[in-house]
């Protein structure tokens, strides 16, 4: 077990590949950089946030680490600040946008290989009590393709 002076922080969790490694293929990579034209609400060294270009729910953003990270499949008990900061800049995204009823809010990730993008995202939709049938079937909960923020931090949790 590590200890406190070697816990890695949320910008060292995120530092998988390199520029050229992700640049070409990954489309939120590109976001990132400024070349899709996409706003970014959010933009720090850890995560960054943008809106969903099929919005499942009148608030749908998408939280993703500001350097390439892959699948949830590829995170570890190291990740676990990662998901928390994003989960947080998630919560801070709906305040700001008047979002404050937290229980009609999702959190959560498509779990592989039920990903379009490999690039890690948490997908915040609000609210949800507003969400079409398609997008209650896609981000549905405790299914194969689709994990809540809190199911993920308790399996990397639990990771020795």
Not at 53 to 70: E, F, Q, R
Not at 118 to 123: A, D, N, Q, R, V
Request: aromatic share 8%; charged share 20%; glycine share 4%.
């Amino acid at each position: 077990m590590a200890d406190a002076a070697n816990t890695p922080t949320p910008e060292s969790c995120t530092a998988s590949h390199t520029d050229e490694e992700y640049d070409k293929k990954c489309i939120f990579c590109k976001i990132l950089k400024g070349e899709m034209g996409t706003e970014l609400l959010h933009s720090d060294e850890t995560v960054s946030c943008f809106r969903d270009i099929h919005p499942g729910a009148p608030h749908h953003y998408l939280v993703v680490p500001s350097k390439h990270v892959g699948n949830c499949k590829s995170l570890n008990k190291e990740h676990v600040p990662l998901v928390e900061k994003m989960l947080e800049t998630g919560k801070n995204i709906l305040e700001k946008n008047n979002v404050t009823d937290l229980s009609d809010v999702r959190f959560g990730f498509h779990w592989p290989p039920f990903c379009s993008v490999t690039h890690l995202h948490l997908h915040v939709l609000a609210p949800v009590s507003q969400m079409g049938f398609m997008s209650r079937l896609i981000y549905r909960l405790n299914s194969y393709w689709f994990v809540t923020a809190d199911q993920l931090l308790q399996r990397l949790n639990s990771m020795s």
